[in-house]
């Protein structure tokens, strides 16, 4: 995505999330965890065609289907049981509030 700064993502990401709301994680599983989301979100946004070649594709993101990419992704990667699985979509729950506030103040989200 142009103007998409994926190591700025990251670190704007990982140093706003709640990680009292997510201490399941060690610090460095969260962060390892939230770095996969990201890049598993910009995956998701090529395979659905909202980012084409580095630019915004004809299609919309829907949300739902990203949470769903995202968190079914970072279950597999991460094994685990059925707590485990609920505290990953937990975190990717606020993960995509927080890549959201990081794409409206770099200026990237257009809204219809």
């Not at 910009?42 to 580095?54: E, H, P, R, S, T």
Request: hydrophobic residues 40%; negative net charge.
């Amino acid at each position: 995505m142009q103007g998409y700064d994926k190591d700025g993502a990251v670190a704007f990401i990982t140093q706003k999330i709640d990680r009292a709301a997510h201490k399941g994680f060690a610090p460095s599983e969260l962060d390892s965890l939230l770095r996969q989301a990201v890049e598993l979100d910009l995956k998701y946004m090529q395979d659905a065609g909202v980012i084409v070649d580095g630019v915004a594709g004809d299609s919309f993101y829907d949300d739902d289907e990203a949470f769903e990419y995202i968190s079914d992704n970072l279950i597999k990667l991460y094994g685990g049981n059925d707590e485990t699985a609920m505290r990953i979509c937990a975190l990717v729950d606020d993960y995509m509030d927080l890549q959201e506030a990081y794409m409206e103040q770099a200026g990237l989200v257009e809204w219809e």
